[in-house]
């Protein structure tokens, strides 16, 4: 007999890393395209011109900082959930 699968979204989140992104740029269909060209994890995706954030790859993360190159300067924030301190510009 098989287990039962996990679900709701909260299986799915990192368990080291969070990524904030304002919300009035979740709709920006060039930074949706920018940020998932740019990070190196697949941690963002272009939903159709919405900027996706992909749960399960979260804690893919390398501290890059190439997301937050390629937002505006406070609107995106990578949060380290192991020491409470986070990246942003
Ligand atoms: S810091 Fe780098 S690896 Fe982490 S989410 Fe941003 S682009 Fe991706």
Redesign the pocket.
Known sequence: MSQPRPTGDENLDGIFID?EIDESLVGDAELARKLEE????D?YADAGGRVEIVRPNLDE????????DAAPDGKLA?RKLYDGTE?RR
């Open positions: 990524v740019a990070c190196p994890v941690i993360c390398v501290l890059c900082e190439l997301c937050l990578v990246l």
